[in-house]
């Protein structure tokens, strides 16, 4: 059974593109047939004006009586298929009794018009002529029926409207193959989707219009950071596998084993349960990065301060200060495209090892560009040695080993940096303590 879906966009156009035409082809007609009514009103308008321009010529070269004018008027007006009434004063010539009463009123107006009057229910199309006969005011009326005339125009104007049925049901098929061959593109897009749900496929290519780039470039944007976070997520479980192994089947032979576990043993214990502990944050925290093909943003200004406030609690004895740089009020509540636990991550590990380490003071600087974010995490520790600074970021490595910690943090910061294609720089600053910037590539 035939089945119309009225939500397909194809069902949609062909309506609107039907609709359209429909009242365009109807609009045209409705003009074709007021044009020929007013063509053949000005084409018999000129007849009109032709015959009372002759009569009125040959009044005034007559030099009879006023009574004998209107005769010969009458008798010129009979070689003619037109009706007239003539009045010249007072009296009146016709040359149909039945007129007069009829068409006297008409007489009244002023100056020359052309115009239609109905006459004994048939259409008559009248002209009045006004003009002077020997200092008397003469008023012409010369009429002709024009019902023949508007017979004529409806059969040529039902035979266009057969035509223009005609031409729309042309219109309607021009739009079917039209609509049919534009959305052609959708289709082959549906069947290449299904290919990649089937595993047949791994990209899209697609040769489609202009409006459709941005649509396949996000699902091949897509397709690539799904293809991109499994072989993350494989990899990270090939890491913590392979990191894993090693500790856990020792610690298995010391718990299983009969020998008593002293001091030392237990040490060596508690360091490969660290490993193995260091390890997972690692690749947990690895494995929450959305990275910036994700599509998420963030609000840089208010996590910025929800953080500021969050290590402000976890450090009450030093001062966490924010300072926002570049940042008007219109920008205060501007969304860049960093996801928002990406963002926190990385500022919060800035903030959390500026407040190990820093005396009394960490400032925080946040600056808001036109294609960057810049994030500047200042303290005022001891700071790190100008031959340490390039050793920061590398896993694992630890500057006191005397503070908590594993040494990740950084590491997964450089990281994080990375996959945003940023940077992120170390220094002393002013204080003398560790000066930490990172730039991300940013759009707003």
Avoid at 99 to 108: D, K
Avoid at 252 to 257: A, E, I, N, W
Avoid at 270 to 289: G, Y
Avoid at 380 to 385: A, L
Wanted: with cysteine.
């Amino acid at each position: 059974m035939f089945h119309i879906d009225r939500r397909s966009l194809r069902f949609r156009l062909l309506t609107r593109l039907g609709g359209a035409s429909l009242a365009v082809v109807l609009f045209a007609w409705y003009l074709h047939g007021f044009f020929l009514h007013e063509l053949a009103k000005d084409f018999l308008g000129e007849r009109l004006k032709d015959e009372a321009w002759h009569i009125v010529t040959l009044l005034k070269k007559d030099e009879r009586p006023v009574a004998q004018l209107m005769a010969a008027a009458r008798e010129e007006s009979l070689s003619f298929h037109h009706f007239y009434v003539l009045r010249v004063g007072e009296k009146v010539s016709t040359s149909l009794p039945a007129l007069p009463t009829q068409m006297l009123p008409l007489l009244e107006g002023k100056g020359d018009a052309l115009f239609m009057h109905q006459f004994q229910q048939q259409p008559l199309l009248v002209y009045r002529h006004v003009f002077d006969i020997r200092g008397d005011a003469v008023q012409l009326l010369i009429a002709e029926n024009f019902s023949p005339v508007e017979q004529g125009l409806t059969r040529v104007h039902w035979w266009i409207a057969a035509s223009a049925i005609l031409l729309w049901g042309i219109l309607i098929s021009l739009n079917l193959l039209a609509v049919r061959r534009g959305l052609r593109p959708l289709s082959v897009l549906r069947h290449q989707l299904s290919e990649l749900q089937s595993g047949r496929r791994k990209r899209i290519v697609l040769e489609a219009p202009s409006e459709l780039d941005a649509l396949v470039s996000q699902l091949n944007t897509l397709l690539d950071e799904f293809d991109h976070r499994l072989s993350r997520s494989r990899e990270s479980v090939a890491n913590l596998s392979h990191a894993l192994k090693t500790p856990l089947t020792a610690l298995t032979q010391v718990l299983r084993g009969k020998r008593p576990i002293n001091e030392v043993r237990r040490g060596k214990m508690l360091q490969r349960v660290e490993t193995i502990h260091s390890q997972l944050e690692t690749e947990l925290r690895r494995a929450r990065i959305a990275g910036p093909r994700a599509g998420q943003t963030a609000r840089p200004v208010e996590e910025a301060q929800r953080l500021i406030e969050m290590f402000q609690g976890i450090y009450p004895q030093r001062t966490f200060l924010l300072e926002c740089l570049g940042v008007s009020n219109d920008h205060a509540d501007s969304w860049v495209n960093v996801e928002t636990q990406d963002f926190t991550e990385m500022l919060g590990i800035l903030l959390d090892n500026a407040g190990k380490w820093s005396v009394n003071q960490v400032q925080c600087r946040l600056t808001i560009e036109s294609d960057q974010i810049v994030l500047c995490v200042e303290d005022d520790g001891p700071g790190v040695p100008q031959a340490q600074l390039a050793h920061l970021g590398e896993r694992g490595w630890r500057q006191d080993e005397t503070h908590p910690g594993y040494g990740l943090g950084l590491s997964i910061l450089a990281h994080l940096v990375k996959h945003y294609a940023g940077c992120v720089s170390y220094s002393t600053g002013a204080a003398g303590g560790l000066r930490a910037e990172v730039h991300l590539p940013t759009r707003k």
